[in-house]
């Protein structure tokens, strides 16, 4: 398997006021290959889900001025953001403050201390649901298999030969199909945040996976949504 081919990693945004447990938490996140991004409290945390779109927050319940409750309802009421696992750190185990916890929405709960093994196996459960491509899972559409683990894509039973970028593309368009990318959002999943790529790259790419995937007939299954960018039926 190529490292190339392999999906930009899921982004974890860490919002904890204590710097010893957020670094424990950022080390253990960095060894397991994901991206990191940290937060010291909740206003903080508000701003880097807007700037950064990370794709599951880990949120401490007592954080200074906006509690870790109030992040966690602010974000599930908020319908761009609402989808963004979440999962509640807190050092109290009383079970109302669990019900609290999953009432305001939260994906899942952990009481301090916990075990990081667990919260690691945890944390994949919510990212095979959200970002199952980075995660190993098979994926179809129509009859599109891609295997994120072996790094195959299949169309009506036969393999398809695919470049590393077009195999990013499908892997992400696959992920959320009937979804509208923009460009912006496609080349921030394909070739990462912090990489400068011309917006018109992407159409070249799309131009070889569509290709690709009509190379023994059937339909275009990547429609272009005129102003916008580009979806997955
Ligand atoms: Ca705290």
Redesign the pocket.
């Known amino acids: 398997m190529s490292v190339m081919a392999s999906l930009q990693k899921p982004c974890v945004l860490v919002v904890?006021?204590?710097s010893a447990?957020r670094e424990i938490l950022t080390y253990n996140l960095e060894a397991e290959g994901f991206q990191v991004v940290q937060a010291e409290n909740g206003d903080e945390a508000m701003l880097l889900v807007e700037e950064e779109q990370p794709d599951l927050i880990l949120l401490?319940?007592?954080?200074p001025n906006i509690s870790g409750l109030e992040v966690c309802r602010r974000i599930k009421a908020d319908p761009g953001k609402r989808r963004i696992p979440v999962i509640m750190l807190s050092?109290r185990s009383e079970e109302v403050d669990r019900v609290r916890g999953l009432e305001t929405g939260a994906d899942d709960y952990m009481v301090k201390p916990y075990s990081v093994v667990e919260l690691m196996a945890r944390l994949r459960t919510q990212l095979r649901r959200t970002r199952p491509a980075t995660m190993g899972e098979r994926l179809s559409y129509a009859d599109i298999i891609l295997d994120s683990a072996e790094h195959r894509v299949f169309r009506a039973g036969q393999a398809l030969h695919l470049g590393p970028t077009e195999f990013r593309l499908l892997s992400t368009l696959m992920e959320k199909p009937g979804r509208v990318w923009t460009r912006e959002q496609l080349l921030d999943r394909v070739w990462g945040r912090d990489v400068y790529v011309d917006s018109r790259t992407i159409d070249v790419h799309v131009g070889r996976l569509r290709k690709a995937l009509m190379v023994n007939g059937g339909d275009n299954p990547v429609r272009t949504v005129r102003g916008t960018g580009y979806a997955l039926g």
Request: glycine share 0%.
């Open positions: 904890e006021d204590e447990q401490d319940w007592m954080l050092a």
